[in-house]
Structure formats: C-alpha cells, structure tokens
C-alpha cells in the first residue's frame, strides 16, 4: 500500500474481492475501527491485517481472470492463427484441429466420367477455364486445403477443360454491391404526409416486383450441368441498368424556401429532444407537467400575496394612527418620518394623498387610493379664462398661544363692522370677512395650544396668504416654527406682525434675529419677508399690515369662477341643540346658493338656510366667502371638501359607497392584540388600559382632544381613544362605556338626562371640561395613578456593637448603642462588617436593660439578639431599613 496516496475501505473490499460487511465485521471484531463507513479511510496497519486475512481472495480472483481472458483470446483467434502458435511452440496437444488434410489430388480425367462436349459448349466454358489460371499465380503463396471426398460419383458435376495435373478451385460469382433496380421521386413526398403508410405499401411492392423481374436471368443462365456460371464483373446487366436509368432519370426539383419560422421551431425541437433527460412515458411527462403548473402557481400566488402585503388600499379618510397600524409600526415612527419630509402633523391627523404616498415609500408601502372611482363620479366643471374673475384673499392669522391673535383680528373686525353689531369673535366659526378701501378680505383663526396642529395645517392649506403673530416680549415659540413650517410646506407667502410694540420691553430686532436664524430674512434686513410692527389692542400699524397682505394677494392674481357650482372646504361642524348638525365652510369657487343639494365626506342634505360670520342669513355665497350652512344630515369632519351635486339621488349614492370604504377602512385599521403584545404585557407585568371616549362641541376640539389623550399612553398604560364625536354625551355613548369599561370625556357639552340616569346607573364616570389644559392635565393624573408604585429602600437607623456575651440556650446578645435614627423591634436588619454585608435577616429580641422594648432612640444603648445568627463581634454596624412605595410620574 502507497503511504502517500489514501485509500478508502470500500477501495480495499473491491481489491480483495469481499464484501464490505464483512470487512467491516471483521474490523470491528479485531476493535480496529468502531465506525465503519464506505469512505473511511484505511492505515497501512489496517491494511496490513487485511490482506493478511482476505489476500488469497485476491490470488484466487487473478487467477480465475487470467483463465477467463485466455478463454476470450482464444475465441477470438483464428483457427490460422493457432496453427501457426503451434508449430512455433510445440507445447500444444497434437489432437487439436488442424483443418482438413490434403490426402491428394483428383483426377479429373479418370475413367467413368464423360468428358465435356468440346464444340457447342466451349465458349461458354472459357471464362470458367481461363479465369482460374489468371488468379493461380496470386493464390499459389496460399497453401491450398483440399477436403477429403469420397469416390465420385457418376452424376457429378462436369467441370470445364482443365489440363491433366491442374488443381480444381471452386468458382464463385464476384460481388458487385448493391444492384440498381431503379429511381424513386421523393420531390412529392411531405414528412408526416396524409397517405404517407399508403404510399411506402405501394413503393415496397414495385420494389419487390422489379427484384423478381431482374433475378428471371440469372436463373436461365446455368448450364446444362446444373454449374451456375458466373458473370464477368456483372457488365452484362451494368450496361441495361444505365440505359434504363437514363430513360428514367427525373427532372431537376424546385424546392420551396424554408421560412425562418420553421428553422426556430426545429432547431427549438432538436434542443428539446437532446435535452430531454431519458424517455419517458406518457403518464410521468403529464405527472411532470402537473407538478410544474402547481409549483407556478404557487409561486404565482405567494408573488401576489407579497405585492398585496405591499400594497396599502387606502381612502381620503386616513390618519396617522390608522396608517401605521396599517403598516405595522409605532405612531412614533410615522410622525417623526413626516417631520423629516417637513411635514408638522399629529397622532389622530389625517394626511392628504401625496404625504400618504411619501410617507408609506418611506416604509417600502406602495398607496392605492380605492376611493378614485368615487371621485372621479363627482363632475367637475372646466372653468374658461373668460369666466374667470378676481376674488378676495384668504389670511389665516398664526402664531403661539397669548401673542395676540384673536385680539389682532378683534380690532380689525371692530373697525370694519357695523356700529350695531356687538360682541367680540364668535367662539367657533373662526373665519369671516371685512372690508379695507373697498376691497374685502377673508380672514381665518387658527388656536395657538400645540394640540391644535390639525386646524392649523388645515388653515394653511385652504389659504393664500400667511399672517405670523411674535410678540414683541417674547420670543419664537415652538407652536410659532411649526405654523411657519406648515406654510412653507403649503408654498403660502407669510408676512410677519411682530406684535406688543406698545410695551416697554418689547424688542423687534430680537425678534428678527431669532427669525434670522432659520432662514428667514425680512425685508428690514435684506430679505424677501415682509414684516410689519403692530400693537393690537391699541390698533398702532394695523392698516400697513393689511396693505402688505392685500400686496401679496396682488401678487398671486388670484381669481375665480362665480358661475358654477360651488366648491370648498370644511372648517368646522358641531351638533346645535335647536338647530341640528352646522357646518362652517369657506367656499373656494363657485358659488352656493340655498337649495343645492351639498356633498361633503360621507354626509348629504340640501342647504336650508345660510349665515354669516354676524349671524346674518344670506341666500348665496360666492367665491372666498366663509358662512354656516344649515340641512347636512350629519357632522362631516374639518377639513374635508364639499360639492354642489345635481340631486339627491346621486349624492346619497357616493355618500353611501364613501361610507362602505370607510367603514372597511376602520376594520382593516382595527388593532388586534396579538401574541407578540401579550408577551410584551406579560412581561411589563403590570400592564393597564385606559378606555376613553371623547365628545366636543366642534369637529376640530374634539380632534385635538383626541390625540392629546392618546399621546399620554406610557409602556404600562395605554391610552385608547374608542368612541369621538360632536353633540351632547347621550345614553348610547353610556351604554359603551359600560361594555368597554370606559370613562366618558366631555368638552364643553353636557350629557342629557337619559344619559346622566344611565351613568348613575351603571357607575359610569363622566368628567366634563371647558379648557383643553385641565383635561389633559387630570388624564395625565390618572394614569400616574394607574401606574404602578415603585419600592424604595430607606436607612431608619444605625447601631454600633459594643460588646458581645454568648449566653447559653440564647446565643450571642450584642450591648448596642444607636449612632443614628430609631431601632424597632419588628425593623429589618442587616449586619455590616468591614463595609461589607455578611448577613441579612430580623432581630430575635431588643431589649433595655432588663425589659423589652418596642422601640430604642438615637443615643441610647440596648441589647439585641439576632434571629438564627450568632456570629456577631465588637465594631459590627447593625443597620435597620424598611420599603417605602415611592409613587410613579
């Protein structure tokens, strides 16, 4: 065995001809190998022993080969070729066959045989005679074999004229090859042919017809004697072959030109037949076939559930939250990937369809709005440059909380309103109309509380320019950038009112400073902002304010079609007790007229009555014009479009299909809680849910509310939002508190009696609030309440060892004295040596002394023994703590 070339185990069986149990057996009896394997390799021990034991199979197997291959020579071999091994060796046995032996010639002119007839048949003969004596010479270095005859026998065949001492041969015709019969035309013959079995039956019997007619000579052609004679090189029938070939010889065929077509389709044939792996039979090519279209179809379909898994179908009715449920991810991650795209919005605001597009990209979602075919059965009227006339500007006045916005637009509505008009601002309309030199302007106010951030997205959207309130005595605000950013990403021009200038410690240049730091130079320092200082209350300023902002409107030439159908937003919506549901819209084009059957969101009605921002009814509204609108069948939400349709019937039907879609939106959007969350809750330990359903006076309060609350959830106590809505708390929102285990939030509405019995009833609590702040503020409260408390460990008291006495039965009692605090007799304690602490439990006694006591001060002395330890020594610390429950924020 070679050491530098491995050898494997089954290697070694093949070679001594055994089988690879049984070396395996044998190995493992030997205890050479425990694991025995076709490819385990083998040592030169091992190998050693092997052969030792199954050698001679090898010896015995060579030798059984060699006697085989020499069985196989010798078939082989020809019989010649033996003769001639013999005699060179001489070994062989002499009774081997050597071929028939010449015993001698024949005489052919014996007596008793006739002789040939010299005359009639000798020409016939010569050929016979001749050709012999021309092939002798080359036969001669052959030695001639002669078999042995008996005495011939009178009929005997009469061979030709052969000269007394000649060796008869045998004579055989010469082989010619294959003999031409004829010609066949194949020029009409078309693979796979009709009557193709038809036409090789009748070509198969001309052939055979034409054999029997050529073979009619050489039978004739014997002699008398029965000897065939022999042709010479077949000239004779060569010659009518030719003739007849050049009578039948066919004319030249026009082949047709193969098409590209064909050529693809039997190159694509031939590769699929070389390619093919074996022949297979019918029922395995159709089992194969069956399993391929499943695994395509399967693939097909899990392609599909991952393009659909991509796919959001969304409406026009989505919010944050209900977009990352949607996508499986925080509300966090939404709101922060809109602030990094410039978008400010909120948890509960809904985004329009180009931020749901980015923003769901942002997360590898494709958008598909299933609300298109809805909108696009809305009409909507083409307006030609001829119709189109100017309209007044839209402001929306924006700014932080307490800079003086509502007192800004208070003083320009006093001195541009009638002298019997009274009060300030209505509460919730938040928009109306004034006049300057002849020219009016729409005016929009939006809250300054950061929870607010809907309407205030909502008021740059539906603007065309942008008052920015600073106070003069503050500075920019967080709720003052964000109303910035909500402008610019609208596109809308701003013009700053730095306001307050009427108090002492009002400072603009600090103010165009802070505005300088984000970008934003106004036109006193070199930039393109306009900006303008005003004091409201004492009305400085405030008539350059508005030129500035008429300016800009000028810039943009903005105008409208009266003479259509009206179109717009929605501002705000509430539910008046005496009234019904009213809607505040601004009507953007068109113009709305009482009577027209209004569409906006899932809600239908036809207009019964309209108001302005003074209370006053009006019979139409046209362009840039904002009133209450009176005959909607429901609270349609803040910032949804409204639009004139041509009936009722139209109308309810796409307020019907918008209400489907958006009901399949709240299903798809539903949270489940899953095994992952329950885990999450099992392991917090403590987790608790705060069922909460919110009920407002407007759309937009309640909005806001809404997603102030559901900010406040924490990672032990979420905070969910079941039920809002606008109107008064009524029995039914009772009855859910109750299935839900809620509590019920009211904002500046009140819950009817049926309601307030309901709660009483079922224990419902109820809490009503006119201020955003105390109602966030009490939620906040509550949850920490909610929370659980967390335990804290307090040093009570510290005690210094003395001295110590074992004392039989008792153990060891330590003399004490307290260092710090009070030691109590149930205090639990621990012992501290050196720093370090080497026991924790609880006393077994503490007494004063000789009586026992409750308690020992700071200062005084006292003996003390240790429950189950003894192993106190002098200048030991016992230190005394208790658990204090230390309430969460």
């Known amino acids: 065995m070679d050491n530098s070339k491995k050898i494997r185990l089954i290697q070694v069986a093949k070679e001594f001809k055994v089988g690879f149990n049984t070396l395996a057996e044998f190995l493992q009896r030997k205890g050479l190998q425990s694991d025995c394997q076709p490819t385990t390799p083998v040592s030169s021990d091992v190998y050693a022993i092997l052969e030792k034991e199954f050698g001679r199979n090898r010896q015995s197997g060579n030798e059984r080969n060699a006697v085989r291959e020499r069985i196989q020579q010798k078939g082989s071999v020809s019989i010649a070729q033996e003769n001639e091994e013999e005699q060179r060796g001489g070994n062989e046995a002499k009774e081997e066959f050597r071929g028939p032996k010449i015993l001698g010639k024949i005489d052919l002119d014996a007596k008793g045989r006739k002789k040939p007839k010299p005359e009639a048949e000798a020409p016939k003969a010569e050929p016979v005679?001749?050709?012999?004596?021309?092939?002798?010479?080359?036969?001669?270095?052959?030695?001639?074999?002669?078999?042995?005859?008996?005495?011939?026998?009178?009929?005997?065949?009469?061979?030709?004229?052969?000269?007394?001492?000649?060796?008869?041969?045998?004579?055989?015709?010469?082989?010619?090859?294959?003999?031409?019969?004829?010609?066949?035309?194949?020029?009409?013959?078309?693979?796979?042919?009709?009557?193709?079995?038809?036409?090789?039956?009748?070509?198969?019997?001309?052939?055979?017809?034409?054999?029997?007619?050529?073979?009619?000579?050489?039978?004739g052609g014997n002699n008398k004697g029965g000897q065939q004679q022999p042709q010479q090189g077949g000239q004779q029938p060569q010659s009518k072959k030719q003739k007849k070939q050049q009578k039948q010889q066919p004319k030249p065929v026009v082949r047709p030109e193969v098409s590209d077509e064909e050529v693809s389709k039997q190159v694509k044939d031939t590769l699929a037949r070389l390619t093919a792996k074996g022949t297979k039979s019918k029922g395995a090519k159709y089992r194969k076939e069956k399993r391929d279209e499943v695994r395509e179809r399967m693939n097909e379909e899990i392609e599909r559930e991952e393009m659909e898994r991509s796919v959001l179908k969304v409406t026009e009715f989505v919010t944050v939250s209900e977009l990352a449920t949607m996508m499986s991810v925080s509300p966090m991650e939404v709101i922060s990937a809109c602030m990094n795209l410039g978008l400010?919005?909120?948890?509960?605001?809904?985004?329009?369809?180009?931020?749901?597009?980015?923003?769901?990209?942002?997360?590898?979602?494709?958008?598909?709005?299933?609300?298109?075919?809805?909108?696009?059965?809305?009409?909507?009227?083409?307006?030609?440059?001829?119709?189109?006339?100017?309209?007044?500007?839209?402001?929306?006045?924006?700014?932080?909380?307490?800079?003086?916005?509502?007192?800004?637009?208070?003083?320009?509505?006093?001195?541009?309103?009638?002298a019997g008009e009274a009060g300030g601002i209505t509460q919730h309309i938040g928009a109306y109309s004034v006049e300057l030199n002849g020219q009016k302007i729409t005016f929009l106010d939006t809250p300054g509380h950061e929870a607010f951030t809907a309407m205030r997205a909502r008021g740059a959207k539906m603007t065309d320019v942008a008052i920015i309130i600073v106070a003069a005595d503050d500075s920019v605000m967080p709720q003052t950038i964000e109303a910035i950013n909500h402008a610019s990403a609208a596109g809308v021009p701003m013009v700053f009112a730095i306001n307050k200038m009427d108090k002492p410690q009002a400072n603009a240049d600090r103010i165009r400073e802070q505005l300088s730091q984000m970008n934003i130079l106004v036109e006193d320092w070199g930039g393109k902002y306009q900006c303008q200082e005003v004091s409201a209350k004492q009305g400085l300023n405030l008539d350059k304010l508005l030129e500035k902002v008429l300016l800009e409107a000028e810039?943009?030439?903005?105008?409208?079609?009266?003479?259509?159908?009206?179109?717009?937003?929605?501002?705000?919506?509430?539910?008046?007790?005496?009234?019904?549901?009213?809607?505040?819209?601004?009507?953007?084009?068109?113009?709305?007229?009482?009577?027209?059957?209004?569409?906006?969101?899932?809600?239908?009605?036809?207009?019964?009555?309209?108001?302005?921002?003074?209370?006053?009814?009006?019979?139409?509204?046209?362009?840039?014009?904002?009133?209450?609108?009176?005959?909607?069948?429901?609270?349609?939400?803040?910032?949804?479009?409204?639009?004139?349709?041509?009936?009722?019937?139209?109308?309810?039907?796409?307020?019907?299909?918008?209400?489907?879609?958006?009901?399949?939106?709240?299903?798809?959007?539903?949270?489940?809680?899953?095994?992952?969350?329950?885990?999450?809750?099992?392991?917090?330990?403590?987790?608790?849910?705060?069922?909460?359903?919110?009920?407002?006076?407007?759309?937009?309060?309640?909005?806001?509310?809404?997603?102030?609350?559901?900010?406040?959830?924490?990672?032990?106590?979420?905070?969910?939002?079941?039920?809002?809505?606008?109107?008064?708390?009524?029995?039914?929102?009772?009855?859910?508190?109750?299935?839900?285990?809620?509590?019920?939030?009211?904002?500046?509405?009140?819950?009817?009696?049926?309601?307030?019995?309901?709660?009483?009833?079922?224990?419902?609590?109820?809490?009503?609030y006119s201020i955003i702040y105390d109602a966030i503020n009490e939620i906040k409260d509550a949850i920490e309440g909610m929370l659980e408390p967390v335990m804290k460990e307090e040093i009570v008291c510290s005690t210094e060892v003395m001295e110590t006495f074992k004392i039989s039965k008792v153990g060891t009692v330590a003399g004490c004295i307290v260092r710090e605090g009070k030691m109590q007799r149930n205090t639990p304690i621990r012992v501290i040596r050196d720093g370090i602490v080497i026991y924790t439990g609880k006393l077994?006694?503490?007494?004063?002394?000789?009586?026992?006591?409750?308690?020992?001060?700071?200062?005084?002395?006292?003996?003390?023994?240790?429950?189950?330890y003894n192993d106190i020594k002098v200048g030991d610390i016992i230190e005394g703590y208790e658990q204090v429950e230390v309430k969460r924020k």
Do not use: W
């Open 129 to 219: 005679v001749e050709q012999p004596k021309q092939e002798a010479p080359k036969a001669e270095p052959k030695p001639e074999r002669v078999v042995e005859q008996p005495k011939p026998e009178p009929k005997a065949e009469k061979p030709a004229e052969a000269k007394p001492n000649s060796v008869y041969r045998p004579q055989a015709p010469q082989l010619d090859g294959p003999k031409i019969l004829g010609t066949m035309d194949v020029s009409n013959m078309v693979p796979g042919g009709k009557h193709k079995r038809k036409r090789l039956e009748k070509e198969k019997v001309n052939v055979a017809k034409e054999g029997k007619n050529a073979g009619k000579p050489q039978q």
């Open 555 to 768: 810039v943009l030439e903005l105008k409208a079609n009266p003479n259509r159908k009206a179109t717009g937003a929605v501002i705000e919506s509430m539910l008046d007790k005496g009234r019904g549901y009213v809607a505040t819209i601004m009507v953007q084009n068109g113009t709305l007229r009482v009577g027209d059957v209004l569409l906006s969101g899932t809600y239908t009605g036809r207009v019964k009555a309209m108001f302005d921002e003074n209370g006053r009814k009006v019979i139409e509204a046209g362009p840039s014009t904002p009133v209450q609108v009176l005959g909607l069948n429901g609270a349609p939400q803040a910032g949804d479009t409204f639009n004139v349709m041509e009936d009722d019937r139209s109308a309810r039907e796409i307020a019907n299909k918008r209400e489907q879609l958006q009901r399949m939106q709240g299903i798809m959007t539903q949270k489940h809680v899953t095994l992952d969350e329950i885990g999450r809750r099992i392991a917090i330990g403590s987790f608790k849910e705060l069922n909460i359903i919110v009920k407002g006076d407007v759309d937009g309060s309640v909005e806001a509310m809404s997603g102030s609350l559901i900010k406040l959830s924490k990672e032990t106590v979420q905070v969910n939002v079941i039920h809002s809505a606008v109107g008064q708390i009524s029995e039914s929102d009772v009855l859910l508190a109750a299935a839900s285990n809620a509590i019920i939030v009211g904002f500046q509405v009140r819950p009817s009696a049926a309601a307030r019995k309901a709660a009483e009833k079922e224990q419902i609590d109820i809490r009503l």
């Open 344 to 418: 400010m919005v909120s948890i509960n605001q809904r985004l329009d369809a180009e931020a749901l597009v980015v923003v769901a990209e942002e997360f590898g979602f494709t958008v598909e709005f299933v609300s298109v075919e809805i909108q696009e059965a809305i009409e909507s009227d083409v307006d030609n440059e001829d119709e189109l006339m100017a309209r007044p500007p839209i402001v929306t006045v924006m700014g932080h909380v307490d800079h003086g916005k509502t007192s800004l637009l208070d003083n320009i509505r006093k001195t541009n309103v009638t």
């Open 844 to 868: 077994g006694s503490l007494r004063r002394f000789k009586d026992d006591v409750k308690e020992v001060t700071v200062g005084q002395d006292c003996g003390l023994n240790i429950e189950s």
